[in-house]
């Protein structure tokens, strides 16, 4: 069985920080590309920040040089660094993973507000 669990969000000022952390299980996670999507109310889930299983990175324009994604293959954890917050980045935050020529899997989700 797939889990995906995220933890890490939470209520922060505008400027603040967070990490976000996605422990996986029942994936091979060394071969598994990784990724971080949000969903504010009332708009379409977005990707945020995605990772390959090699490390290369990509980033949605409006969060390059404010956020960080990583990944620790020995604790079968996927994170996301986020600094510079502001209001706008208010959203449920989802990790997914993407097995290769497998169905991917979404976690439960978890809530991050940035307050002005």
């Known amino acids: 069985q797939v889990q995906l669990v995220e933890s890490g969000g939470g209520l922060v000022q505008a400027g603040g920080s967070l990490r976000l952390s996605c422990a996986a299980s029942g994936i091979i996670f060394s071969i598994s590309a990784m990724g971080w999507y949000r969903q504010a109310p009332g708009k379409q889930r977005e990707l945020v920040a995605a990772?390959?299983?090699?490390?290369?990175?990509n980033y949605a324009v409006s969060v390059k040089g404010r956020f960080t994604i990583s990944r620790d293959n020995a604790k079968n954890t996927v994170y996301l660094q986020m600094n510079s917050l502001k209001p706008e980045d208010t959203a449920v935050y989802y990790c997914?993973?993407?097995?290769?020529?497998?169905?991917?899997?979404w976690g439960q989700g978890t809530q991050v507000t940035v307050s002005s």
């Open positions: 997914k993973a993407m097995p290769p020529g497998v169905r991917s899997y």
């Open positions: 990772i390959t299983s090699g490390g290369s990175t």
